[in-house]
């Protein structure tokens, strides 16, 4: 694990991050840029405070991993990596050109730190959980963390990978479902209702937490609560908002495609202040 940061420390790193991930959005034309906002909060806290990797041990069989499912969320990884020195900013400035090792969903090895490539969405989980398998079968304590859409949960592979996670009793195992209720064309509750959700992941033999997923001391005291259970893997549902931190693209469908022109950019830093 990092050297522990404060909540208002992280709160900071959340702010930075989120500037950075607007400015990158409105430079480049980038789409996806309230499916990255709403994870924020969340990446920083582990790359803070949970994940035992750096750039350093980024290739040790004993680091924990994390993984994007949700791909397309992939500025705010390549971010929060390049906040964390993974890699140098002069790389983060190249994202989406022609030739530039980051690309608009995550791809493994591009850079340091990204262990999986997730476009198609529901395959995270099961990546995951195969990495969680070896590690029990070799006696290695790494952890592995993924990050699941709400709307990625429409797949079934997420609920394969579901049932084999508490067959296999993967405690090793945590997943973050990102639940702003916003996918690629409306709410989820309109395109294919997940209600009632908590209760679904139950069901399958999971432990399961619902936290703020933006309340920074919500998340300190969950993702120090892990394994919830002995024996079962654990899901934290994280209610968020698509957009968290810019009013106008806040619960709004519009910001799966759209990027800043110069006057909302201007708003947007003005907000986070």
């Given at each position: 694990?990092?050297?522990?940061?404060?909540?208002?420390?992280?709160?900071?790193?959340?702010?930075?991050?989120?500037?950075?991930?607007?400015?990158?959005s409105?430079?480049?034309?980038?789409?996806?840029?309230?499916?990255?906002?709403?994870?924020?909060?969340?990446?920083?806290?582990?790359?803070?405070?949970?994940?035992?990797?750096?750039v350093?041990t980024?290739?040790?069989?004993?680091?924990d991993?994390?993984?994007?499912?949700k791909?397309?969320?992939?500025?705010?990884?390549?971010?929060?990596?390049?906040?964390?020195k993974?890699?140098?900013?002069?790389?983060?400035?190249?994202?989406?050109?022609?030739?530039?090792?980051?690309?608009?969903?995550?791809?493994?090895?591009?850079?340091?730190?990204?262990?999986?490539?997730?476009?198609?969405?529901?395959?995270?989980?099961?990546?995951?959980?195969?990495?969680?398998?070896?590690?029990?079968?070799?006696?290695?304590?790494?952890?592995?963390?993924?990050?699941?859409?709400?709307?990625?949960?429409?797949?079934?592979?997420?609920?394969?990978?579901?049932?084999?996670?508490?067959?296999?009793?993967?405690?090793?195992l945590?997943?973050?479902?990102?639940?702003?209720?916003?996918?690629?064309?409306?709410?989820?509750?309109?395109?294919?209702?997940?209600?009632?959700?908590?209760?679904?992941?139950?069901?399958?033999?999971?432990?399961?937490?619902?936290?703020?997923?933006?309340?920074?001391?919500?998340?300190?005291?969950?993702?120090?609560?892990?394994?919830?259970?002995?024996?079962?893997p654990?899901?934290?549902?994280?209610h968020?908002?698509?957009?968290?931190?810019?009013?106008?693209?806040?619960?709004?469908?519009?910001?799966?495609?759209k990027?800043?022109d110069?006057?909302?950019?201007?708003?947007?830093?003005?907000?986070?202040?």
């Amino acid at each position: 694990m990092r050297n522990t940061k404060s909540i208002s420390e992280i709160q900071e790193i959340s702010r930075h991050i989120r500037r950075k991930i607007i400015n990158i959005s409105h430079l480049k034309k980038a789409s996806h840029i309230g499916t990255s906002l709403s994870i924020v909060d969340i990446l920083a806290y582990i790359y803070s405070n949970i994940l035992n990797i750096s750039v350093s041990t980024v290739s040790s069989p004993d680091r924990d991993r994390l993984i994007l499912s949700k791909g397309h969320g992939c500025l705010a990884l390549y971010t929060v990596l390049e906040y964390f020195k993974f890699f140098s900013s002069s790389i983060l400035d190249t994202y989406s050109d022609n030739g530039s090792p980051l690309m608009g969903h995550a791809t493994k090895d591009c850079v340091p730190g990204v262990e999986a490539s997730a476009g198609s969405l529901g395959h995270g989980l099961a990546l995951s959980c195969g990495i969680a398998l070896a590690g029990k079968h070799d006696k290695r304590q790494y952890k592995v963390y993924t990050i699941l859409g709400d709307g990625e949960c429409n797949e079934g592979t997420i609920w394969e990978s579901a049932l084999f996670a508490s067959h296999h009793k993967l405690d090793n195992l945590t997943v973050i479902v990102d639940y702003n209720k916003l996918q690629g064309m409306g709410y989820v509750k309109d395109i294919l209702n997940l209600e009632p959700f908590a209760k679904k992941f139950e069901a399958f033999g999971w432990a399961v937490r619902e936290i703020d997923g933006h309340n920074l001391n919500e998340i300190d005291e969950t993702f120090s609560s892990l394994p919830f259970n002995d024996g079962k893997p654990s899901l934290i549902l994280a209610h968020t908002l698509k957009g968290k931190g810019v009013s106008y693209m806040e619960d709004n469908i519009d910001w799966h495609y759209k990027s800043p022109d110069e006057n909302q950019i201007r708003q947007a830093f003005e907000e986070l202040i």
